[in-house]
């Protein structure tokens, strides 16, 4: 068993920056890939990036490339996600995800996430 708490979310103005966190209890984080979805308002929950267990691949959204950034402590359970260059479009409730069956090649998909964070909310003003 996984539980994530996510933080770190907020209002800010196009062009900022954020720093979500997700911490998470459980024994299998090291071994689990580690994903940010996202879910913008009145629209499908959609990826936004991944990691691997060992955090040596990650994977992004077209979307975010270049102004996002997803990294994983695993001594602190925690993964993270840098956003930079924030746009009104990045506005959403972004949830973590943990996968200790999702492989390399599934990372986008968020069926194979076996647990989930509450979500915490992004708001970007132009």
């Known amino acids: 068993q996984v539980q994530l708490v996510e933080s770190g979310g907020g209002l800010v103005q196009a062009g900022g920056s954020l720093r979500l966190s997700c911490a998470a209890s459980?024994?299998?984080?090291?071994?689990?890939?580690m994903g940010w979805f996202r879910q913008p308002p009145g629209k499908e929950r959609e990826f936004v990036a991944a990691?691997?267990?060992?955090?040596?691949?990650?994977d992004y959204a077209d979307s975010v490339k270049a102004r996002f950034t997803i990294a994983r402590h695993n001594a602190k359970n925690t993964v993270y996600l840098q956003m930079n260059s924030l746009k009104p479009e990045d506005t959403a409730v972004y949830y973590c995800a943990a996968g200790p069956s999702v492989t390399i090649a599934d990372m986008k998909s968020a069926s194979g996430y076996a647990y989930w964070g509450q979500g915490t909310q992004v708001t970007v003003s132009s």
């Open positions: 459980g024994h299998t984080f090291s071994g689990s890939a």
């Open positions: 990691i691997s267990y060992g955090g040596g691949i990650t």
